[in-house]
Nanobody
C-alpha cells in the first residue's frame, strides 16, 4: 500500500525555521514529482512547492507566498523529500502534507491523489 508520511512540524516563533520531511512506503519516492501542500484552519488545501522527478531534472516550483523563504529538496538516495522553511510567518500555520504531484514536462503543485497520508502540524506563533 502506497503511503506518504510528512513529519517535522512543530511550534515556532515568527521568523523561525523548520524542516519538514516526507517519507514513503510501498512507493519509489525518487521516481515521481513530489509536492508539499498545506491546509490552514477554515481554508482549502493549497500547493506550497513541488520538485520534479529525475526525468524532469528535479526542477522546483514554489507558491508566490513562500518564494525566497522555503526550499524543497531530495536526499542523495532519493528516498526522502524535504521542505526547509525559513522566515516563518503566522500565515504559514497549517497542516502540511506531501503527495505525488502532477508532472507534465515539469512538476505542478497539483496532487495526483485523493487519499492523503499523514500530515504534520506547523504552528507559527509568538
Amino acid at each position: 500500500q502506497v503511503q506518504l508520511v510528512a513529519s517535522g512540524g512543530g511550534l515556532v516563533q515568527p521568523g523561525g525555521s523548520l524542516r519538514l520531511s516526507c517519507a514513503a512506503s510501498g512507493f519509489t519516492l525518487g521516481a515521481h514529482s513530489i509536492g508539499w501542500f498545506r491546509q490552514a484552519p477554515g481554508k482549502e488545501r493549497e500547493g506550497v512547492s513541488c520538485i520534479s522527478s529525475p526525468d524532469g531534472n528535479h526542477v522546483t516550483d514554489y507558491a508566490d507566498s513562500v518564494k525566497g523563504r522555503f526550499t524543497i529538496s531530495r536526499d542523495s538516495a532519493k528516498t526522502m523529500v524535504y521542505l526547509q522553511m525559513n522566515s516563518l510567518k503566522p500565515e504559514d500555520t497549517g497542516v502540511y502534507y506531501c503527495a505525488v504531484a502532477l508532472e507534465q514536462g515539469t512538476c505542478h503543485m497539483i496532487p495526483v491523489t485523493s487519499a492523503w497520508g499523514q500530515g504534520t502540524q506547523v504552528n507559527v506563533s509568538s
